[in-house]
Nanobody
Framework: VQLQASGGGLVQAGGSLILSCAASGRTFGTYAMGWFRQAPGKEREFVATISGRVSSTYYNDSVKDRFTISGDNAKRTLYLQMNSLKPEDTAVYYC?????????????????WGQGTLVTVSS
């Protein structure tokens, strides 16, 4: 699976952004995918995940009710809708894919990674 993330940028606090992750290779939707982020000097952090086939979604408590993860099988694209952005959301955001349908909160369980896209939220 090859992943290409895009959509990052500079936004004011309270604003919105949509991140996209275009996937190629295996049939989209048959494996779990996720979004992670890494702020300067910090470890990579789980943001959201979506399981393969049934598309169950799970979120980090810090983004719950503000972010939405979704996938479009026809476009082979994973999305992360981010609303009510806060300065603490500033990070490089990565999309990732597992080899299996089951979701995971751990970056170690993801075999494939996109290149990352920078999101900067100004106060």
């Amino acid at each position: 699976v090859q992943l290409q993330a895009s959509g990052g940028g500079l936004v004011q606090a309270g604003g919105s952004l949509i991140l996209s992750c275009a996937a190629s290779g295996r049939t989209f939707g048959t494996y779990a995918m996720g979004w992670f982020r890494q702020a300067p000097g910090k470890e990579r952090e789980f943001v959201a995940t979506i399981s393969g086939r049934v598309s169950s979604t799970y979120y980090n408590d810090s983004v719950k009710d503000r972010f939405t993860i979704s996938g479009d099988n026809a476009k082979r694209t994973l999305y992360l809708q981010m609303n009510s952005l806060k300065p603490e959301d500033t990070a490089v955001y990565y999309c990732a894919a597992r080899r299996s349908v089951g979701y995971s909160f751990s970056p170690r369980d993801y075999a494939f990674w996109g290149q990352g896209t920078l999101v900067t939220v100004s106060s």
